[in-house]
């Protein structure tokens, strides 16, 4: 990979934190994310400045349920509360686990998280229409008393129902000029957890929460925009960006131009579910300044940073195609 530049933006995906088989246990929480620090190595070592997003849906699920287990004991929180008290949790450790490594690598540094709020549109059609699943699966019983209590579910008998709920663009990140300062002050920051705690804004700039949702990836590029960051990578669950994913005619790409990536999305290529917000991000990211945007997986970073794994997005007039 080339040289870290002045402002990076990474973006740890919801494996970072929680594996699939685990129980949720903050042991097994601090493993995965001292495994995902020690990933990041390189960026830790180098100069650039750098601020961490990260995604929070198990945790989110698991404040849900012990939420309902505790209705009619403590009162009830709201979902932007609850995306607040993750990014506050999840934040801490990675704090406490960055800053250990930096120490055992002797290269002290500042490292902050932040508990962000994101501005959205309060006319936002996506704020009407909950659409967004989050929550551990429940059964059928659970999906009755979530509808008594006027929310609505999606799911079936055998996969599981779970909550859905609005999931609003990003339109402007509360706190980007603070994190923009504590950067260029040599600060690690970690910011945007969850997509960011979601709030609407009135004309007199008052801010007020929604009980909704934000895609962290999208919440990641727009911050990366906001702080005029350089460089974009945003782990995932796969070692590169596919055409045709999940068949057998499946094509791995080595780099993307923008306008090839737009083509592949209004192909439908990029589903609204997975990589679509990731690539939708990227392209806002890069028609806004931004240099490159690396999509990989955890296990394939090592090998990302030489060149050799990962999906690289790139503005158009840097490329001379896809891989």
């Not at 923008?258 to 917000?277: H, I, K, T």
Request: aromatic fraction near 4%; charged fraction near 25%; charge should be negative.
């Amino acid at each position: 990979m080339v040289d870290f530049p002045k402002r990076v933006v990474i973006a740890f995906g919801g494996n970072a934190i929680t594996g699939a088989d685990d129980t949720g246990e903050i042991h097994e929480q601090f493993y995965h994310t001292r495994v995902a620090v020690r990933g990041i190595g390189p960026l830790l070592r180098s100069d650039a400045g750098l601020v961490i997003t990260h995604g929070n849906g198990p945790q989110v699920g698991m404040a849900l349920a012990r939420m309902e287990i505790a209705r009619g004991v403590t009162p009830a929180r709201p979902l932007g509360v609850l995306v607040a008290d993750t990014q506050g949790g999840i934040g801490y450790m990675l704090a406490q686990v960055i800053d250990n490594w930096l120490v055992l690598e002797r290269k002290p540094r500042p490292v902050t998280a932040l508990v962000t709020q994101v501005v959205v549109d309060e006319a936002d059609p996506a704020l009407r229409d909950p659409s967004k699943p989050i929550g551990m699966p429940c059964t059928e019983e659970d999906a009755a008393r979530f509808r008594a209590h006027g929310w609505r579910v999606s799911g079936d008998a055998k996969s599981g129902y779970r909550r859905l709920v609005p999931s609003p663009r990003p339109v402007r990140i509360v706190e980007a000029p603070a994190i923009k300062a504590l950067v260029d002050q040599g600060q690690i920051v970690i910011a945007c957890g969850g997509g960011g705690v979601p709030v609407t804004e009135t004309e007199h700039g008052l801010l007020d929460g929604v009980d909704a949702v934000i895609d962290k990836d999208r919440a990641s590029a727009l911050l990366a925009k906001e702080i005029e960051a350089d460089y974009m990578i945003i782990l995932t669950a796969v070692e590169r960006v596919a055409l045709g994913f999940g068949t057998p005619d499946a094509r791995e790409l080595d780099q993307l131009t923008v306008s090839e990536a737009e083509q592949y999305l209004a192909q439908g290529e990029f589903p609204a579910g997975s990589m679509g917000p990731k690539i939708e991000g990227a392209i806002d990211f890069l028609r806004n300044g931004g240099k490159e945007v690396l999509i990989t997986s955890f296990a394939a970073l090592p090998r990302a940073w030489e060149g050799s794994a990962g999906t690289r997005i790139v503005p158009d007039r840097a490329s001379n195609g896809a891989g």
